[in-house]
Nanobody
Framework: QVQLVESGGGSVQIGGSLTLSCVAS????????MGWFRQAPGKEREPVAS????????YYADSVKGRFTISQDNAKITLYLQMNNLKPDDSAIYYC?????????????????????WGQGTQVTVSS
């Protein structure tokens, strides 16, 4: 069973930093891509950043470029999102997602990947 477990969320002041982690397990072989998405109250889920497993190419939403960095460990088991200079608009539930090469019915296309498997999310709150 595919499992994606996020951690690292919390409350931070404007301009602060947080690092989110996502531990992946339960699927054979490698994912094609991993990503972070977020959803604020009353808004649609939106992509934040993604990384292609082969080659390591990264993609970012315009709103986070220059402030957020997506990375993975060498074993490609843990995904990270380093978030700096946080703003109130960054407040949301952040979800880790994986493209395993098959649709699940809960699919979101971003940067050439189809993200079909999702974690439960971790809350990030940025306040003054």
């Amino acid at each position: 069973q595919v499992q994606l477990v996020e951690s690292g969320g919390g409350s931070v002041q404007i301009g602060g930093s947080l690092t989110l982690s996502c531990v992946a397990s339960g699927y054979p072989g490698s994912a094609r891509a991993m990503g972070w998405f977020r959803q604020a109250p009353g808004k649609e889920r939106e992509p934040v950043a993604s990384i292609m497993i082969k080659g390591g190419r990264t993609y970012y939403a315009d709103s986070v470029k220059g402030r957020f960095t997506i990375s993975q460990d060498n074993a490609k088991i843990t995904l990270y999102l380093q978030m700096n200079n946080l703003k109130p608009d960054d407040s949301a539930i952040y979800y880790c997602a994986a493209d395993l090469g098959a649709a699940s019915g809960r699919d979101y296309g971003f940067a050439g990947a189809l993200f079909s498997y999702w974690g439960q999310g971790t809350q990030v709150t940025v306040s003054s």
